[in-house]
């Protein structure tokens, strides 16, 4: 496993952590206030392929503060990691939330680099309510840190399934332990992600698979509203799992991800293909 960094326009660098392998070439994104980290186990059940995680800028070991958080420039990332670090191979892109998002668009624009989707609770109806999106920002920015140490952290944060990403994503400081990203820039981020992306959805060209949790953030409206615009869509429908299933339904998470992998796309109760 090595770590490589890709510099980008802005003097933005962007960490990507490269397992390996001679396989068909697998990005992983994670989503908002996330890192590759909490990636890496799915990274390596994925043996049979060389994965990339990349922490997306404004996360991770990357860029912390960028001036540029457009999704042109998150996209652009993805493109330059690819083309860098996997000259002349077409990868499958998989992302989750924010990931999903990135991921998707990032299809739409360099077709000719990527083979496959896969996003795990990613939409891209954005939304029309700008509360959202200061509410996170809020919601981070609240965060009463340096937190004293990870006891700390966990009673403010709670117990669901990301709380123990974002604990093991803590920083050292000589004050206590801080976030690896910034409230504001978490914001202005998902805002980004808000606006309605339906064009390049419905132009998309390349094989697609859909997967949302029985507990994710999705209603079936919006589900259904996704694969009635795209039908050719591959849908799976999690039997549990919250909005990070890549964390708390890990084992049905991988095994629907390593079969369509693999294109073995046979249906059981779990899938709904539209």
């Known amino acids: 496993m090595t770590s490589c960094v890709v510099q980008r326009p802005g003097g933005v660098c962007i960490a990507v952590t490269d397992l390996g392998g001679d396989g068909p070439v697998v990005v992983l994104l994670h989503g908002l206030a996330g890192s590759s980290r909490e990636l890496l186990r799915t990274a390596r059940a994925l043996q049979d392929h060389r994965v990339l995680l990349v922490d997306q800028r404004g996360h991770g070991a990357s860029t912390r503060l960028p001036d540029d958080l457009s999704r042109d420039a998150f996209v652009g990332d ?99 332990l801080v976030p690896r990203f910034d409230a504001a820039v978490m914001q202005r981020t998902i805002e980004a992600v808000h606006e309605p992306r339906w064009d390049e959805w419905e132009a998309l060209q390349v094989p697609t698979l859909a997967i949302f949790a029985k507990h994710g953030m999705f209603s079936d409206a919006d589900k259904d509203e996704l694969i009635r615009r795209r039908p050719e869509t591959v849908r799976v429908d999690l039997s549990g799992g919250s909005h990070d299933a890549h964390l708390d339904a890990f084992d049905e998470w991988i095994d629907v991800l390593r079969r369509w992998l693999s294109r073995d796309q046979a249906s059981d109760s779990r899938t709904v293909v539209r």
């Open 78 to 176: 993805v493109v330059a990691a690819i083309e860098e670090l996997a000259p002349g191979s077409r990868a499958t892109l998989v992302g989750q939330s924010m990931g999903a998002h990135t991921a998707f668009l990032a299809a739409a624009a360099r077709p000719d680099l990527v083979e496959g989707l896969v996003m795990l609770e990613g939409h891209v109806s954005g939304s029309d309510d700008p509360r959202e999106a200061a509410g996170l920002g809020a919601y981070f920015a609240s965060w009463p840190v340096p937190f004293r140490d990870e006891a700390a952290a966990r009673e403010f944060l709670g117990d669901d399934a990301i709380v123990d990403a974002w604990v093991a994503d803590l920083q050292s400081t000589d004050d206590g």
